[in-house]
């Protein structure tokens, strides 16, 4: 029931959220949600692998608009507090790119 209050639901919307994590390590995320005045759905497909060894953690997701987001994380064990980050993202329909 606390649910309903913390995760910021309102009447109009119905959403859906899913995660799962295989037994290799790769975290799953799905999330979907459908405006009911609008009669507008959205949803998110996003993939998590990480190597914590390596500092290293691969990230992309993929939404209902074809965009696609990667992002390339690594932060090394000698240097606390440090992090590198590398994110894109992609636009199949426009060819759009960007990167920082």
């Known amino acids: 029931a606390r649910d309903i209050f913390d995760k910021g639901y309102d009447f109009p919307k119905v959403k859906l959220s899913l995660k799962t994590k295989t037994e290799s390590g790769v975290e799953f995320e799905t999330n979907g949600s459908h405006d009911l005045d609008k009669n507008r759905t959205s949803g998110?497909?996003?993939?998590?692998?990480?190597?914590?060894?390596?500092?290293?953690?691969?990230?992309?997701?993929?939404?209902?608009?074809?965009e696609l987001e990667t992002e390339l994380t690594f932060e090394?064990?000698?240097?606390?507090?440090?992090?590198?980050?590398?994110?894109s993202s992609f636009l199949p329909s426009s060819g759009h790119k960007s990167a920082k």
């Open 44 to 66: 998110t497909l996003k993939t998590k692998l990480k190597f914590p060894e390596q500092g290293v953690t691969f990230s992309e997701s993929w939404n209902t608009s074809s």
């Open 76 to 87: 090394p064990k000698p240097v606390s507090g440090l992090k590198f980050t590398l994110s």
